[in-house]
């Protein structure tokens, strides 16, 4: 089944602990890409990679790094976790040949930082 | 300035009841125009996409269609099944998509 994961999916974490959200798919997508879900801001576009060792910032990096080492991982990764970065955050990989439109969209990873 | 607007925030249908769902845009240089849907604890699933004005894309009750400044989501005869949030996004040069906030649906029997 074709699909994109994201683990885990809830997490709760303190200020400054850093953490790593996985995400894997077996599409063999070379485009991916992670946004986050605000109330009233809807989804935004963090970083996004066109393949791998290629990463680009979206439209709200600021406090996130990603790395892709592997075409099927992309985790992101929040070094010093602020209050501000609760959020619903969203994994997607893309058709070939279609940018980031035609995406599939991970089940989603709640993160809640105090 | 939102570039994207969807409207309305949220509606309720009865089961049959058919509507549709607005999604105005104000970027140029538009390069596709995107139909999601999410369902609540979920990730977007893709629906559509329109690329030039006068172009309509049908799937089972839903039907997009698009003009040079907003794009419809026709929902004929409903079904409960059909309640979720409608996601438009735009793709504009050089850009990561642009979403708006989204439509509630309630479509109850």
């Known amino acids: 089944e074709a699909q994109v994961t994201q683990n885990p999916r809830y997490l709760i974490t303190v200020t400054g602990k850093k953490l790593t959200v996985t995400c894997s798919q077996n599409?063999?997508?070379?485009?991916m890409s992670w946004y986050r879900q605000d109330p009233g801001l809807g989804l935004r576009q963090i970083y996004y990679?066109?393949?791998?060792?290629?990463?680009d910032k979206g439209d709200v990096p600021e406090g996130y790094k990603v790395s892709r080492k592997e075409k099927r991982n992309f985790p992101l990764i929040l070094e010093s976790p602020s209050p501000n970065q609760t959020s619903l955050y969203f994994c997607?990989?893309?058709?070939?040949?279609?940018?980031?439109?035609?995406?599939?969209f991970g089940q989603g990873t709640r993160l809640t930082v105090v | 300035e939102d570039q994207v607007t969807q409207s309305p925030e949220a509606l309720r249908l009865q089961e049959g009841e058919s509507s549709s769902l607005n999604c105005s845009y104000t970027?140029?240089?538009?390069?596709?125009l995107f139909w999601y849907r999410q369902d609540p604890g979920k990730g977007p699933e893709f629906l559509f996409t329109?690329?030039?004005a006068g172009e309509e894309k049908e799937k089972e009750r839903l039907k997009a269609t698009l003009t040079k400044k907003e794009s419809f989501l026709h929902i004929t005869a409903p079904k409960p099944e059909d309640s979720a949030t409608y996601l438009c996004?735009?793709?504009?040069?050089?850009?990561?998509?642009?979403f708006g906030k989204g439509t509630t649906l309630s479509v109850s029997s």
């Open positions: 996004a735009v793709n504009q040069a050089g850009t990561a998509l642009i």
């Open positions: 970027v140029s240089g538009l390069r596709g």
């Open positions: 990679s066109m393949n791998v060792e290629v990463t």
């Open positions: 599409m063999n997508h070379e485009y």
């Open positions: 329109l690329y030039s």
């Open positions: 997607a990989s893309s058709v070939p040949g279609t940018g980031d439109t035609e995406a599939f």
